[in-house]
């Protein structure tokens, strides 16, 4: 079995800035590509941004030039730093990770729990 735990959820001001870190633990053979999805009330899970193992990045239009998603291999960590936050930020971010969890590398896709965004003055 595979865990992932979120971290670093806040009440910020707009304008203001938070990371967020997910690590992955367990069964683990190798991790592909980890994820950070964020779900307001009332509105669809979205992707925010993604991360493979070798550092390839990919980011939702909305949080381009404002969030800067970085991972650490040797930790099976992963991280979102969030710059010039807005209300509309606000939501629960959840880390994904699709993760190999022997050598036939079929890959499986596990989630936090999530971790409330709230970005008020």
């Known amino acids: 079995q595979v865990q992932l735990v979120e971290s670093g959820g806040d009440l910020v001001q707009p304008g203001g800035s938070l990371q967020l870190s997910c690590a992955a633990s367990?069964?683990?053979?190798?991790?592909?590509?980890m994820a950070w999805y964020r779900q307001a009330p009332g509105k669809q899970r979205e992707l925010v941004a993604t991360i493979t193992r070798g550092g390839s990045t990919n980011y939702a239009d909305s949080v381009k030039g404002r969030f800067t998603i970085s991972g650490d291999n040797a930790k099976n960590t992963v991280y979102l730093q969030m710059n010039s936050l807005k209300p509309e930020d606000t939501a629960v971010y959840y880390c994904?990770?699709?993760?190999?969890?022997?050598?036939?590398?079929?890959?499986?896709?596990?989630w936090g729990q999530g971790t409330q965004v709230t970005v008020a003055s």
């Open positions: 994904n990770a699709e993760v190999s969890t022997d050598s036939t590398g079929t890959r499986y896709s596990y």
């Open positions: 367990g069964r683990i053979f190798s991790v592909y590509v």
